[in-house]
């Protein structure tokens, strides 16, 4: 039977959509494009996890490093076995497991041997009637004349012209697209603007402004794919039913979306102030804003000065919290500075920056400096196990070095990694 992982996307911005694993290397998940499976959520990583098959053993779910952890269950996991049912749930989407491969992938179907006559055993041993003998005469007869009528039919075909052939169908030409989308937040306080700009030569342009605090800009020309899939999604949306204008009042604000989309030879220009989103206006727009979010890491800028500075403060307690519980749980360092560094993030384009960052700057260096310190301590224990060919202690120094360690992404947490591979073999090698 073919049994393939199945799962689905139970909640989230991409909810509903199902995924099928066909190749047993399996898939990544996370915000970019270059994901087998791309989510829109903004509380994902850029390579958020990854969902393979152990031959054997079904389906397996592993965290490649991810700022909001990869949960199973809410259980935060590294690598786990997946059974039908579970919840795997990475930043506000949730996973879940309807097919886990328990019989594995099929493997190639083994065709039945064709007896080609070949084989030794004599006429004269084998089952069945007796032959008649033949003669040849009328057979070769009947072959000549066979042959003589085909010759004739061929001899009009062998002096008639060749039909010219037909000039190959032209390509068609893929549709050009244009956007430009503009977004501008204001009130008597602060204005708030958000420029995305996509030229028929596929260079895409972000631009933010927040009252002379934050400028920044972005760019980056996307492939004909990407382009053709968003262009796709706006035909989906029915953009181009809306009116060309919706005005509401709202006193001491002015809050304006505005969107220009040219396909090919189609265009349409929608505006909307001080109201409330028509539904197909607003999945286009947010559409544009996730687009940029994935393809240029923008997703955190795209908001006002009070709220990132309220992300990076929520994220800098969190990163001191797990650095005072640094000795309760061997990862709770390398977390600690994986939500500093989320909270740098979420700051840098800030000025000036909140009281609290050179706090937050402080914290960060201790934290890189103590788990420099520990790593090394901590891979001297396990060099003196593997050099005393003590293969147990070495492989449970290891490990703890892993765990201390957290980011994939580390060199170190790799060499730790095959180090810990190689001690596994040995001890499999005495266990026999």
Known sequence: MDSRPHLIIHAGPDAGREICITDPAGVRAGRSSKNGVVLQDPKTSRYHCRFFI?????????????????????????????????????????????????????????AAPVDLGLESTPPAARPGPARRPWRRGPLLLALGL?????????????????????????????????????????????????????????????????TGSTHLQEESTLTPELVAELAAFIDDADFWTLQDEYQGLQPRTFDQWDITVTIGRKAKRCRVVNRAEPAPFKVVREKFENFAQVELGLWAVQYPPAQLEAMGRDAFLNGRKLYDERDVRHGNLAEAIRRLKEADFYLKTLSPKPD?????????????????????????????????????????????????????SDPRYEESRRKLREVESRLNLQRK
Not at 66 to 72: F, G, I, M
Not at 370 to 384: C, G, K, M, P, S
């Open 146 to 210: 066979v042959c003589l009528f085909a010759v004739g039919a061929w001899i009009p075909y062998l002096f008639r012209s060749p039909a010219p052939t037909p000039p190959p169908a032209p390509a068609p030409s893929p549709r050009t697209l244009e956007i430009d989308y503009e977004k501008v937040l204001g009130d008597t306080n602060r204005i708030f603007r958000y420029h995305f700009h996509l030229s028929a030569d596929r260079h895409l342009v972000v631009t933010i402004d927040d």
């Open 54 to 110: 152990k031959p054997g053993d079904g389906l397996f779910v592993s965290d490649l490093g991810s700022a909001n952890q990869t949960l199973v269950n809410n259980a935060s996991i590294r690598e786990v076995r997946l059974h039908v049912g579970d919840l795997v749930t990475l930043g506000d989407t949730v996973i879940k497991v309807v097919d886990d491969a328990s019989g594995g992938l099929p493997g190639p179907t083994v």
């Open 356 to 408: 609290f960052y050179p706090e937050l700057t402080t914290a960060l260096a201790d934290c890189t400096a103590e788990l420099d310190r520990r790593y090394v301590d901590q891979n001297f224990l396990a060099n003196r196990a593997m050099r005393s060919k003590e293969w147990q202690q070495a492989a449970e120094e290891l490990r703890v070095l892993c765990d201390m360690l957290g980011d994939q």
